[in-house]
């Protein structure tokens, strides 16, 4: 325990049993007792399902990495998925839609980075706010009706296939590969370590921790735009409470994957994990038909064990 | 230095004068809004309309005054609303399969009082931070009542039981009574026993708090233990007054609560803020909320207008206090 204390930058290896372990425990008491779980194409399911929650739990990881958190990203989510579906549909451009959602998308992680750095209110109250705005905004822009009747070459996006991988998953991957390289490769991803662990430094190093901050705030909100048009892609439509809630299993994922949220040190492949095993729960639980009201909850269960086992790690 | 050092020794009660301040700009603010709808609006200040207004603020303050308690230790509730909906669809049950209103009321205060017990013992004896463990237990709770009701609506409730939430005496609602009251108790309760006093010790410096023997984690306990008894006193009066439960009702009630108590000037940062302000914030909230429903705004605003009232509430308490300092 104490040698641990020593080491500076903890080996990720040491943290691949938690979550490693509460994945490979998942995947094999749901073979046990869920019908076709195992089967290729339940699987491949599970993934294609997990694309979107990725695409937010990636950025919330880097959230979560400067003692942040953002609550909004499901209900901007929700607001990009509309406006994906309403300008696609106005303009029968799915590029155009995709540009909607990223800008509004953007413009609140912008507004949430601001209202942190700037203002200096606290993480989870400022994305409350802002997370009641955006839900609002979705009621207003929709008048509380789905938006239907969108593009083909929106709807396309989900079931089509490159190279025999579905398009989601490559999209995924895709952003896999770019938010480890920002965070391990680059400059800014080492800002972004020392956001949480010392701010200070940056500060002493001419660096503006403000503007990072607004950065990291902002790459979540423009995350959340182009989850918004997978999710208008696999609703085929665009509902004002598509998205509602999502933020929790991204969180649910962050805190599984082992990111701690007092020590500002994260980890991508973990979250990746996490996703996995959020999708898993899910997916097994709808197989043995429990419903998604039991999901929701054990989801929140497996997030209190999750950040109760992180405050015992950090106190070890 | 004198001071300073006059801070340091002065009994709590000060806290109180500089309260007094907050607390009238506040009733201020209230009074302009009432003014701007008075002239906006011709139903504002019917008898009717006030009335409804102070019935809805009650059932806000019924809510906001046990979350109160939770930010003045630092912490937060976000569980509040899911908790309200869960304690009203089981006391709705005791009350459908025993008919008696008053087992009913227990229940629902009971299940009230145990989830927020939970997310003391999540904060203290697991050492989550509080804003998350209640998440959690938002998304528990709201999973369980989903599944409990599994899509069912309750309807009809005896009409005693109607009353408390619909009835009135001397020409009042019996909610803004129960308001009343709760509001004494609450005021007594945080300004004039010990217990609410180190509860502001708590929050103003919990390191503090703990050097001088009070015992921390059991007036945490307590915090967030009452403010799940008054989700669950909440949850009575909205059975009562809908006459219906449904699995949705409390989705809209937390971010609204948030708002009550922070508008009332209680800081988030912990030791600062009163009951009193509490439900100044609530009624400010209430009066915004009726007069944009007067003046035929949608409901669909009332979401987005809550979350700027709520950042615009903490920004302009960090800006004061910092002023102050």
Known sequence: ?316 | MTDIAKDAIAPPRSFLSQDAIQVFYRLLAAFLICAVLAVLSDSFLSLGNILNVLRQASLTFFIASGLTLVVLTAGLDLSVGANVALSACIAGTVIHKTGSPALGILTGLACGGIVGLLNGIMVTALRIPSFIATYGMLWVLNGLTYWYMAGETLHGFPAGFRQIGSGYLFGLPIPVYLLLVFLGIGTLFAQRTIWGQEIYAIGANPVAARLSGIPVARRLLLVYAVSGTMAGLASIIFLSRLNSAEADIGESLTLPAIAAVLIGGTSLFGGVGTVFGTFIGALILTLVLNGMNLLSVSANWQPLVTGIIVILAVWLDMKTRRRAQ
């Open chain 1, 1 to 316: 325990m104490r040698e641990a204390a020593v080491v500076s930058q903890p080996n990720p290896l040491q943290r691949i049993p938690g979550v490693a372990i509460v994945l490979v425990l998942l995947v094999a008491l749901f073979s046990a007792i869920a019908p076709g779980f195992l089967s290729v194409a339940n699987l491949s399911n599970v993934l294609v399902q997990s694309t979107i929650l990725t695409m937010l739990a990636l950025p919330m990881t880097l959230i979560i990495m400067t003692e942040g958190l953002d609550l909004s990203m499901g209900a901007v989510l929700t607001l990009t998925s509309l406006c994906v579906a309403i300008v696609s549909l106005a303009t029968k451009s799915m590029l155009l839609g995709l540009g909607a959602g990223l800008l509004v998308g953007t413009a609140f992680g912008v507004a949430n980075g601001w209202l942190v750095a700037i203002l200096g209110i606290p993480p989870f109250v400022a994305t409350l706010g802002t997370l009641g705005m955006a839900q609002g905004l979705s009621l207003i822009v929709s008048d509380g009706q789905s938006v239907v009747g969108i593009p083909h070459s929106v709807r396309d996006i989900y079931s089509a296939t490159l190279l025999g991988i579905p398009v989601p998953i490559v999209m995924a991957l895709v952003t896999y590969a770019a938010f480890h390289g920002l965070l391990y490769h680059t400059r800014f991803g080492t800002y972004i370590f020392a956001l949480g662990g010392n701010r200070e430094a940056l500060r002493y190093a001419g660096l503006s921790p403000n503007k990072l901050l607004i950065a990291v705030y902002a790459i979540g909100g423009a995350m959340a735009g182009i989850a918004g048009l997978l999710m208008t892609a696999r609703m085929n439509s665009g509902h004002p409470t598509a998205g509602l809630g999502l933020e929790f299993d991204a969180i649910a994922a962050v805190a599984v994957g082992g990111t701690s949220f007092e020590r500002g040190n994260g980890w991508l492949l973990g979250t990746l994990l996490g996703v996995l095993s959020v999708g898993v729960l899910r997916n097994g639980l709808n197989l043995i038909s429990l419903p998604s009201s039991v999901q929701v909850a054990s989801v929140g269960v497996l997030v209190i064990v999750a950040l109760f086992l992180d405050g015992l790690r950090s106190r070890a």
